[in-house]
Antibody
């Protein structure tokens, strides 16, 4: 069955770089698009970016200068890297699989809660 | 960017009531090629990941109870939950995937009266 699991540090210092890995099973990242969504504590959902099945990427314009999404197709993993972290980057980071023809987010990982603090 | 305006922000209901959540987009989400509205609804319970309820504005995801009904077209959309049950208490979000950046509504918190 389809599964996505995020892994990464729970605590990151301000100005440092966040690296989160999404390991997927039950589908190939070369056959389906994968996206990142984040959620500050007690707040709503924010689309971070996506890596399309062909390998190209799209980013939230507000984060684009600090953001990189990549993948390792041999390991079926997708990576999120965000630099120059600030306290308002604190939140839960989710990876999600997109539907093939109509790209709503049909499967989500459990998320990883990241706190930006010194 | 397409702005999604969701209302109300919170709703207090009793079990068995019917509730309506509204979502308005700043531009049409209707794709002329496939003749579909690129809007989804998600449910998020406390401590859980969001769950897809409705896609293409009105198509229920597999396994979603038929008391969840999505409707609307163009820029105005509605999620109706008929005969609310205790397990439906959650936050609900609309989301457009017509164009990137994909954007979400601010959410509606469904609470028990």
């Amino acid at each position: 069955q389809v599964r996505l699991k995020e892994s990464g540090p729970r605590l990151v210092q301000p100005s440092q770089t966040l690296s989160v890995t999404c390991t997927v099973s039950g589908f190939s990242v070369t056959s389906y698009h994968v996206s990142w969504v984040r959620q500050p504590p007690g707040k709503g959902l924010e689309w971070v970016g996506a890596i399309w099945k062909g390998g190209s990427t799209d980013y939230n314009s507000a984060l684009k200068s600090r953001l990189s999404i990549s993948r390792d197709t041999s390991k079926n993993q997708v990576f999120l890297k965000m630099n120059s972290l600030q306290t308002d980057d604190t939140g839960t980071y989710y990876c999600a699989k997109l539907g093939l023809y109509y790209p709503s987010f049909d499967y989500w990982g459990q998320g990883v809660m990241v706190t930006v603090s010194s | 960017d397409i702005v999604m305006t969701q209302s109300p922000s919170s709703l207090a209901v009793s079990a068995g009531e019917t509730v309506t959540i509204n979502c308005k987009s700043s531009q049409s989400l209707f794709g002329s090629v496939r003749q579909k509205n690129y809007l989804a609804w998600y449910q998020q319970k406390p401590g859980q990941s969001p769950k897809l309820l409705i896609y293409l504005a009105s198509t229920r995801e597999s396994g979603v109870p038929d008391r969840f009904i999505g409707s609307g077209s163009g820029t105005d959309f509605t999620l109706t939950i008929s005969s609310v049950q205790a397990e439906d208490l959650a936050n609900y979000y609309c989301q457009q995937y017509y164009d990137t950046p994909y954007t979400f509504g601010a959410g509606t918190k469904l609470e028990l009266k």
